[in-house]
């Protein structure tokens, strides 16, 4: 069964960094685009980043341009979404999704995911 483990997260000052991972499991990590949404209280789940499955191409919501940076590591099947300068309104569930190539070439909808992990917390302070 392949599916998708989240590690990271946490709680930091406004200005500091975090970073989340994600690792897939049981399946080709090539064969999926992945990307990161959130969901903060109240609110609905929303695209945040995402990379290709040939990792030639990343794209990101524009609240998190410059700050964020997504990356692919085929050696650990992980996507890693590195995360500075954070800002309060950056609190949120973070989830990693998957999007197989037979369906999608990004993740950048909930259409596009097969997969979703289980989410992780984020809170920024200011």
């Known amino acids: 069964q392949v599916q998708l483990v989240e590690s990271g997260g946490g709680s930091a000052q406004a200005g500091g960094s975090l970073t989340l991972s994600c690792s897939l499991a049981?399946?080709?990590?090539?064969?999926?685009?992945m990307g990161w949404f959130r969901q903060a209280p109240g609110r609905g789940r929303e695209f945040v980043a995402q990379?290709?499955?040939?990792?030639?191409?990343?794209f990101y919501t524009d609240s998190v341009k410059g700050r964020f940076t997504i990356s692919r590591d085929n050696a650990k099947n992980a996507v890693i979404l590195q995360m500075n300068n954070l800002k309060p309104e950056d609190t949120a569930v973070y989830y990693c999704?998957?999007?197989?190539?037979?369906?999608?070439?990004?993740?950048?909808?909930?259409?596009?995911?097969?997969?979703w992990g289980q989410g992780t917390q984020v809170t920024v302070s200011s």
């Open positions: 999704a998957a999007g197989s190539k037979e369906n999608t070439i990004m993740v950048v909808t909930e259409v596009d995911v097969d997969l």
């Open positions: 049981g399946g080709v990590f090539s064969n999926y685009a």
């Open positions: 990379a290709s499955w040939s990792g030639g191409s990343t």
